[in-house]
């Protein structure tokens, strides 16, 4: 039986755990990849003929591995070492990585929804606005504090001085425009009630998910998202403080260049163009688990 190809991000936070994990599952060629190198050993890899290739990373190695292989008919597997690993708790992946390679090896795929930004593939969320601020503060902080603490410091930041947009949104015809701190374009409908916040709804509905928030102040924005995540984004969106759209596309006519994708901070020019692409990519899943 051949050996199941598997791109290992070196930079990936459990890197070395990962490797082990594959070794000790057996049944992989496992190649160490840099983080840019990964889409081009992706491509690579596909053209070599395999059926299944496996993506040690996280949630950005995954959606880079995702453009490379996007219609070609081939599985990804993912071994989730990242620090999020957002798609494989959505998708019921397990997060022990022994586990994970074995479902690697052994699992099923199914389709999953993917959406694109301009040209730009994404798996989970894109934001524009206040995410960017608090992922370049994050992550400037990190390498001092560790990765909990500078979260709370980017958050306690944004409270102090959360900045706001001038944002044109236009969904299903219509333009409407904003003054907000936060444009979030979600893969899928979001779940935002407490234990489960910002996951895939179970049984939601295949679409874009787009929120925008409408209130200026930190403090406003804090309360809003514990109102949502108390009551829900349905009871959320008939008040003035959110609005909501389900749509399978849209357009955003920010000044800025830089948006969050997948918790990574890239360059688009606007506008920005959305797009849904339901079941644009196989993943390997369990045999018990699937994306409702």
């Given at each position: 039986?051949?050996?199941?190809?598997?791109?290992?991000?070196?930079?990936?936070?459990?890197?070395?755990?990962?490797?082990?994990?594959?070794?000790?599952?057996?049944?992989?060629?496992?190649?160490e990849v840099r983080p840019l190198?990964?889409?081009?050993?992706?491509?690579?890899?596909?053209?070599e003929g395999p059926n299944r290739?496996?993506?040690?990373?996280?949630?950005?190695?995954?959606?880079?591995?995702?453009?490379?292989?996007?219609?070609?008919?081939?599985?990804?597997?993912?071994?989730?070492?990242?620090?999020?690993?957002?798609?494989?708790?959505?998708?019921?992946?397990?997060?022990?990585?022994?586990?994970?390679?074995?479902?690697?090896?052994?699992?099923?795929?199914?389709?999953?929804?993917?959406?694109?930004?301009?040209?730009?593939?994404?798996?989970?969320?894109?934001?524009?606005?206040?995410?960017?601020?608090?992922?370049?503060?994050?992550?400037?902080?990190?390498?001092?504090?560790?990765?909990?603490?500078?979260?709370?410091?980017?958050?306690?930041?944004?409270?102090?001085?959360?900045?706001?947009?001038?944002?044109?949104?236009?969904?299903?015809?219509?333009?409407?425009?904003?003054?907000?701190?936060?444009?979030?374009?979600?893969?899928?409908?979001?779940?935002?009630?407490?234990?489960?916040?910002?996951?895939?709804?179970?049984?939601?509905?295949?679409?874009?998910?787009?929120?925008?928030?409408?209130?200026?102040?930190?403090?406003?924005?804090?309360?809003?998202?514990?109102?949502?995540?108390?009551?829900?984004?349905?009871?959320?969106?008939?008040?003035?403080?959110?609005?909501?759209?389900?749509?399978?596309?849209?357009?955003?006519?920010?000044?800025?260049?830089?948006?969050?994708?997948?918790?990574?901070?890239?360059?688009?020019?606007?506008?920005?163009?959305?797009?849904?692409?339901?079941?644009?990519?196989?993943?390997?899943?369990?045999?018990?688990?699937?994306?409702?």
């Amino acid at each position: 039986m051949p050996l199941i190809r598997a791109l290992l991000n070196t930079q990936a936070g459990r890197a070395a755990s990962a490797r082990e994990a594959l070794t000790a599952a057996g049944g992989f060629e496992v190649r160490e990849v840099r983080p840019l190198q990964l889409m081009e050993q992706a491509r690579r890899a596909a053209r070599e003929g395999p059926n299944r290739i496996v993506v040690a990373g996280g949630d950005g190695s995954v959606a880079a591995v995702a453009t490379a292989l996007a219609g070609t008919g081939t599985e990804i597997a993912i071994l989730p070492c990242g620090t999020l690993n957002h798609l494989a708790k959505d998708l019921g992946i397990p997060l022990d990585l022994r586990s994970a390679a074995e479902v690697a090896r052994t699992g099923r795929a199914i389709q999953v929804d993917a959406a694109v930004v301009n040209s730009r593939l994404f798996l989970n969320t894109s934001a524009v606005g206040a995410s960017v601020a608090y992922i370049r503060t994050r992550d400037k902080l990190e390498a001092h504090f560790g990765y909990r603490l500078s979260s709370v410091a980017a958050a306690l930041r944004l409270l102090v001085h959360l900045p706001v947009f001038s944002v044109m949104l236009r969904v299903n015809g219509v333009s409407r425009r904003y003054l907000t701190p936060l444009v979030l374009v979600a893969v899928g409908e979001r779940e935002l009630k407490l234990p489960v916040l910002g996951a895939r709804l179970r049984g939601g509905r295949s679409s874009l998910h787009v929120l925008v928030i409408r209130r200026r102040s930190g403090a406003r924005t804090l309360a809003l998202a514990l109102g949502a995540a108390a009551r829900g984004v349905e009871a959320m969106a008939n008040t003035p403080a959110l609005d909501a759209f389900l749509v399978d596309a849209c357009r955003i006519g920010p000044r800025t260049h830089r948006i969050a994708l997948d918790g990574e901070i890239v360059r688009v020019p606007p506008p920005l163009e959305y797009r849904h692409l339901p079941g644009h990519l196989r993943i390997v899943v369990t045999s018990r688990e699937a994306l409702a």
